[in-house]
């Protein structure tokens, strides 16, 4: 009674409360490709996919074109065999944010049809995680008022958005310092930097006394020898997240001693990839984050339980259902201010 019998894709269009703003994009909303599985018995599986261009070159046309396709390459297929599925989906190379949904959604019919949850079924490691909350670049002022609106929230791991006006940047970095002391902070670059730049605004950080828990992505995504200047010439742990889109890049860095840290996201890789990424990083001395696209609660879903069932991750960048206009709260855990958990069958 597990075998799929229909597979559906349906594009959602979601808006955001404000610009979203990161080095090189401004983003007003997010199109976002819901997938659902039908199995014979009724079960439906639900994923979905937050395509970007900007890191993986996938287009929401692109993706919608393949429903028949997928379709057809699924259908009969048993969710019981989870793991075939993912050989095969693993051909979807090209579109890994498809991969991910569509993976996700196995694992969530299957976990309903036989009455568990989906972070159970990959290992039941925590029974809660906490995650960060983003400021986007924007005007010194705007920025401070945001991180202050953060923070009383009471989230106590602040993501700042840098990377396209370096004395700005410090500037602003100083100001959030100021007003929300107490906090931990990931910094995230996008790419925005030289690996001289991303040194610079490192040490002049450091010397005003402000500790930086990760330092993301500074520089650009091919250039792994800069990744490593940056990692050994800063005081602060530097993290791949554009640089680490497959467990072959990530096998790539840990030899290169690039990096401290990985930011697996699901859009990127995939569950599978993702699975393999945990296992390379425990390996080769790696801390892991987890981050997000564009992803409604839908979609966040899928990293909140690949969280909670491997347990793999230091910190969790789960904020993109938080910053938009969603009509309705779909995600199958529960969120209470940063924490969140599974919710009780």
């Known amino acids: 009674m597990s075998k799929i019998v229909d597979v559906k894709f349906s594009l959602k269009t979601y808006e955001y409360f404000k610009p979203f703003h990161i080095t090189g994009s401004v983003s007003s909303e997010s199109r976002n490709v819901e997938v659902e599985l039908v199995l014979e ?5 639900f994923g979905e996919a937050s395509p970007s261009f900007r890191v993986n070159g996938e287009r929401v046309e692109s993706i919608l074109a393949l429903e028949h396709f997928v379709r057809e390459m699924l259908l009969g ?3 019981k065999n989870y793991r075939r599925i993912f050989d095969m989906t693993d051909r979807l190379f090209a579109f890994p944010s498809l991969k ?6 196995v ?4 976990a309903e049809e036989v009455g568990l949850e989906v972070c159970h079924l990959l290992g039941g490691a925590k029974e809660e995680i906490e995650t960060d909350k983003t400021v986007g670049i924007d005007t010194i002022e ?7 609106g953060i923070f009383r929230e009471g989230f106590r791991v602040i993501k700042i958005k840098v990377g396209e006006n370096l004395r700005e940047d410090i500037e602003a970095m100083a100001e959030i310092y100021r007003v929300t002391k107490g906090a931990e902070y990931i910094v995230d670059a996008n790419m925005g930097y030289t690996p001289k730049e991303a040194v610079e605004f490192a040490r002049k950080v450091y010397q005003m006394g402000i500790d930086v828990a990760v330092y ?12 490593k200047y940056v990692r050994f010439h800063s005081p602060f742990p530097v ?4 640089s680490a889109r497959t467990k072959y890049d990530v096998m790539r860095l840990v030899k290169e001693e690039a990096v401290d840290y990985v930011n697996i996201k699901l859009m990127k890789s995939g569950i599978s990839d993702a699975l393999a990424i945990v296992e390379i990083a425990k390996s080769g001395g790696l801390k892991l984050m987890i981050g997000c696209m564009g992803e409604s609660s839908l979609g966040i879903n899928q990293s909140v339980h690949f969280a909670l069932g491997t347990g793999a991750f230091e910190f969790h960048d789960l904020d993109s259902h938080l910053m938009m206009k969603e009509g309705s709260f779909r995600g199958k855990f529960v969120q209470d201010g940063p924490k ?3 919710r009780s069958r």
Request: glycine share 6%.
């Open 100 to 105: 991910a949904a569509l993976q996700f959604a």
């Open 41 to 45: 018995s009724g079960v439906r599986g």
């Open 142 to 148: 705007n920025r401070v008022e945001e991180a202050i």
């Open 107 to 110: 694992l969530d019919a299957l």
């Open 340 to 342: 969140m958990r599974v």
């Open 216 to 227: 993301e992505q500074p520089v650009r995504r091919e250039d792994i020898e800069g990744l």
């Open 77 to 79: 297929q048993d969710v």
């Open 239 to 242: 993290a791949a997240d554009e």
